[in-house]
């Protein structure tokens, strides 16, 4: 472990290293969740996580570019989007149980693997990084991963949609990751998040109107895809 | 000199285990109650309650073999044995040499197989149903728990609790994730070993939810006291586990005295937070049906792989 005699160094990697760890493991319970509500409050604490996260790199990288993108993160993900997203959800009544396609025991096992398989991606490809920094970049694809598969292994349309929130979550991570991110790759990808949790909004809506349900197995038939 | 020392550290270790392990068990339930808007049991009611049995007469079903009278003790006497390994307050205790986290976890697996027998031995119902289940859920918590152990062994090259506890103190390793892993992996096995709320009710007579009030209903007098204290035992034995594993840095040396005071206040309180803490986690959430207990301890089994594999995985290109 070279980081270890580097002072100060060594505790803001840790403590960055801990939030990721932190983040990567609400991504698992992303995936184990199963009631709705759960599933949005779980999302709000990974972006409550991930704005702590912003914050603590600002201030060991005194860059006020971060504090921003961590109140952005603060603001819109932690706080408007689950507003956003529960009065979906109180308005279509729908805090019943949502179904996991293939069951959460072997989601869980996919998750598993899919870790693997970002570490085993990433770390070869950035050798000469620092070792912790490595990990991190295999710990946000990790939860980009992990957010795809929570879309994957739902029905509803709600839920998926907090998948594609989450990976965008790991987007976030990953940036932060990176010293010396330009604040602009950020912003564009905090307000297309925002876009896409309004267009989430209002297509929950339309389908909801068509199918008087949100499980999107009723789009098959319009492809054609009919089972 | 520090020869007695650890001897003296394990004594005491060894007594106020024993004395404290009831009263833990009382505040968790005083906490319930208070929670709850009840006064509560008084502190002291399961000390009360354990000499109450001692002078009660055994009671053993007809039906019954020697495994029922026998199974009390082995249970006891195992789960004494682990709480002796496990650090509460002391490092470098007598008999440290021997506290191997799958020692620990094997002393504990003993005395839950012997329940699990001792349950069905008299043929009732409701004993086959406690085992059954509760062997279920060992089926997915001892593994979980054996690739913790594997995980500690990765990271500092044994299983022993003492020698874990020393390299995690020097603090070279840092806050690796796969320790959160861990971490939150432990936490989901302790409920289920314990028996705690979202697994097992711990206060429910409810026919179809329970599991270990059905592994005891056959017990009687002395055995259903040796049963009670070493439930209660256990939790102070994955308190003592919590603690040296992630909070080494707060045990004192057992052949430093001056530190035992400090180290011993720190391990009650310690002991309080994480009472309390189960107190308030047990009224805020309900009991899961049994069917996906599996699922539930099955995600600890699957984030200790997690963190046994990403550990496997990093350090094999760092």
């Known amino acids: 472990m070279s980081h270890a005699h580097l002072g100060f160094g060594a505790l803001a990697y840790d403590v960055a290293h801990l939030l990721d760890g932190a983040a990567l493991i609400l991504s698992f319970f992303l995936l184990y969740q199963t009631r709705i509500l759960g599933v949005v409050n779980l999302y709000a604490i990974q972006a409550g996580v991930l704005a702590a996260a912003a ?3 600002g201030w060991v990288q005194n860059d006020r570019d971060l504090y921003a993108a961590g109140l952005i993160t603060l603001a ?3 706080i408007a989007i689950p507003i956003l997203l529960r009065r979906v959800i109180r308005k279509l009544e729908i805090h019943r149980e949502i179904e996991t396609t293939i069951g959460i025991f072997p989601s869980m096992i996919l998750g598993l693997l899919l870790v693997v398989l970002a570490v085993l991606a990433v770390l070869p490809a950035t050798t000469g990084a620092l070792s ?3 990990e991190d970049m295999a710990m946000a694809l990790s939860v980009v991963l992990l957010g795809l598969l929570t879309m994957i292994t739902r029905r509803n349309a709600l839920t998926q949609a907090v998948g594609f929130l989450s990976i965008e979550n790991g987007l976030i991570l ?22 896409a949790a309004i267009v989430f909004g209002l297509f929950v809506f339309r389908i909801r109107e068509r199918f008087s349900s949100l499980d999107i197995t009723a789009l098959d038939r319009i492809t054609g895809a009919h089972r | 000199m520090s020869t007695i020392l650890s ?34 049991p008084a502190l002291m009611q399961p000390w009360r309650d354990l000499p109450r049995l001692m002078r009660k007469q055994a009671v053993v079903a007809e039906s019954a073999s020697f495994v029922t009278t026998a199974a009390p003790f082995v249970i006891l006497s195992a789960t004494v044995a682990a709480g002796l390994l496990v650090p509460s307050f002391a490092l470098h205790m007598a008999g440290a040499g021997a506290a191997d986290l799958l020692v620990v976890v094997g ?8 329940l699990a027998l001792a349950a069905m031995d008299a043929g009732t119902g409701f004993g086959g149903i406690g085992s059954s289940r509760d062997m279920t859920f060992a089926v997915f918590a001892e593994p979980a728990m054996l690739l ?43 409920l289920a070993e314990n028996g705690r709320m979202p697994v097992d009710n711990p206060s429910g007579h409810l026919e179809l939810a329970m599991v270990h009030e059905a592994m005891e209903l056959e017990f009687a007098g002395p055995h259903l006291a040796f049963l009670q204290l070493a439930a209660s035992l256990r939790l102070l034995i994955w308190a003592g586990l919590f603690g040296t594993l992630f909070s080494p840095f707060l045990l004192a040396r057992a052949d430093a005295p001056m530190q035992w005071l400090p180290a011993l206040l720190g391990w009650i309180a310690r002991v309080v937070i994480i009472c309390v803490a189960l107190g308030a986690l047990e009224v805020s959430i309900a009991k899961m049906r049994v069917f996906r207990v599996p699922e539930f301890i099955g995600a600890a089994l699957l984030l200790g792989l997690l963190a046994a594999v990403y550990l496997f995985v990093s350090t094999g290109f760092a």
Request: charged residues 10%; aromatic residues 2%; glycine residues 8%.
């Open chain 1, 76 to 78: 819109a993900k932690a």
């Open chain 1, 55 to 57: 914050f603590w790199q």
């Open chain 1, 174 to 195: 990953a940036a932060l990751g990176a010293v010396g991110m330009p604040m602009i790759v950020e912003l564009s990808v905090a307000v297309l998040v925002l876009v």
């Open chain 2, 148 to 190: 913790v152990a594997l995980t500690f062994a990765l990271l500092a090259g044994t299983t022993n609790l003492d020698a874990i506890a020393a390299v995690l103190r020097e603090g070279t390793l840092g806050l690796r994730v796969s320790i959160g892993l861990v971490l939150v992996a432990m936490v989901l096995i302790a």
């Open chain 1, 132 to 134: 912790l920094v490595r």
């Open chain 2, 107 to 114: 002393l504990l697996g003993l005395a839950r197989a012997s």
């Open chain 2, 7 to 40: 001897v003296m550290a394990l004594l005491l270790h060894a007594v106020l285990l024993i004395a404290l392990a009831p009263l833990a068990t009382g505040v968790v339930r005083i906490v319930k109650a208070r929670l709850l808007g009840r006064r509560g």
